[in-house]
């Protein structure tokens, strides 16, 4: 009777605080898909990834201006000392005066008409790298909806779960009631009565235990979605009533070749090491560009003696270049770029692999659970059967009070099971969005 006592003050002091934090507390009914919304803009997990997103595209911008032209412009002010001039055993030293101010202008422009595919391979590398950026953000955002929708569905499990416990709370004090008043009749013995007492003392604290764990989910789900701190999300009760799809395996196969971020990451690796590829042999090739400069210099230091006068002069050509080097430098590097290619497509036949997988895996988890829940709904029908029947015949003297407590057990854990079944049918299906990236 102690212990009953101190487990439902402690069970009454929860509840109480709980009503004091629910003051400060706003309930809002919500689906998953509002949950998805809310993400997307208060999520501080996906935030680092929009930005990442922006330098990748920036980065495109950077290698686009290996296009434009080169053009750089010097000046040069300087003091010219003395010279002098000797004979070629040096003797004969004279001193050379030279005009002592120096200066220089010059102009000069390179524009790139052909670099071996060096520029526009830059490129279509930036904008690889933009589409994996693309493809990472993906990925976490399907991680982060696919973490809402378990922190919802297990909201929407405990919360049956509550209830679940709280008719059962509600029926075994009536029987306790019941017990009570056959004891004062003197058909029923006092160690009945503590068993029981005993049965609603364990319900009593499986309910503060479910409180405590719905109170963790609705954190977890807040912080998750980047929802006010004082929200308390209530799981919208017609999720259950949704048709859901009943698309076959090869469906679920096709779309998840197509969708899955994981895939699409390891084809954007392919193509990248392909793109390194092409770098690698740009460096074989020469570099051809169009150049114009202008220049002016003073004073004339090239005759003897100097002339204190400035010498300009301009000239426009087409240049050439090629770095003979590359032909016995870049094998190794090239045969590295091929190994890499080769790892990239080994990586996505992996990754395919085990997408197929999970989707066989995930599908069958699918149609077993609505297997499941006809299972559950029949146990459930039985359970209440036999705890009618039992109490009945208790009521009658015709069973013990451990035929009363096993029939009680049986109901509860059926029921739990039931909802469990409901919700694993919302999460299998979830899971099948998630693997196929489609959710």
């Not at 919304?37 to 935030?47: C, D, F, K, V």
């Not at 201006?65 to 750089?72: A, E, F, Q, V």
């Not at 807040?222 to 999300?233: F, W």
């Not at 029939?407 to 899971?431: F, G, H, P, T, W």
């Amino acid at each position: 009777m102690n212990n009953h006592r101190l487990l439902t003050g402690l069970l009454a002091a929860t509840l109480l605080s709980g009503g004091v934090r629910a003051a400060g507390q706003s309930e809002r009914v919500m689906t998953i898909e509002d949950l998805f919304e809310a993400a997307e803009t208060g999520s501080a997990q996906l935030r680092p990834l929009f930005t990442a997103e922006e330098e990748a595209r920036r980065e495109i911008s950077v290698a686009k201006s290996g296009r434009l032209p080169d053009i750089s412009a010097s000046l040069s002010l300087s003091y010219i000392g003395d010279g002098f001039i000797t004979k070629r055993d040096f003797t004969d030293y004279q001193k050379a005066p030279i005009p002592h101010f120096g200066n220089g202008l010059s102009v000069s422009l390179t524009q790139p008409l052909y670099t071996g595919g060096a520029v526009t391979n830059a490129i279509d590398m930036a904008g690889l790298k933009s589409t994996v950026a693309r493809y990472a953000t993906e990925l976490q955002r399907d991680n982060i909806r696919f973490s809402l929708a378990g922190f919802y569905l297990d909201i929407y499990k405990y919360s049956n779960l509550r209830s679940v416990v709280e008719n059962n709370i509600g029926q075994a004090r009536k029987v306790l009631d019941e017990m009570k008043a056959r004891y004062e009749q003197g058909v029923a013995l006092q160690n009945d009565i503590t068993r029981y007492e005993l049965l609603l003392s364990n319900l009593e604290l499986q309910l503060v235990k479910i409180s405590n764990t719905l109170d963790i989910l609705n954190r977890n789900l807040v912080v998750t979605a980047g929802l006010p701190d004082e929200t308390v999300v209530v799981p919208d009760t017609t999720i259950l009533a949704r048709a859901l799809p009943a698309n076959g395996e090869s469906w679920w196969q096709s779309e998840a070749v197509e969708n899955a971020p994981s895939l699409r990451l390891a084809r954007c690796g392919v193509d990248i090491s392909r793109k390194a590829e092409s770098l690698v042999r740009s460096e074989r090739l020469p570099k051809i560009g169009i150049q114009a400069a202008w220049t002016i210099d003073g004073p004339i230091l090239v005759e003897v003696p100097p002339i204190n006068r400035n010498l300009s002069y301009w000239y426009v050509g087409v240049g050439v270049s090629y770095n003979i080097s590359s032909l016995y430098k870049s094998n190794r590097s090239l045969a590295k770029s091929r190994v890499a290619t080769l790892h990239a497509i080994e990586q996505l036949d992996a990754a395919g692999e085990n997408v197929s997988l999970a989707v066989r895996a995930d599908h069958v988890r699918y149609l077993e659970a609505y297997e499941e829940l006809k299972t559950r709904i029949k146990g459930v029908e039985l359970a209440e059967r036999n705890y009618h029947t039992t109490a009945t015949r208790y009521s009658a003297d015709m069973a013990l009070i451990t035929d009363m407590l096993d029939a009680a057990n049986s109901k509860l854990d059926a029921e739990q099971q039931l909802v469990n079944a409901r919700i694993n049918i919302i999460y299998y299906y979830y899971k099948l969005l998630f693997t196929s990236g489609k959710i």
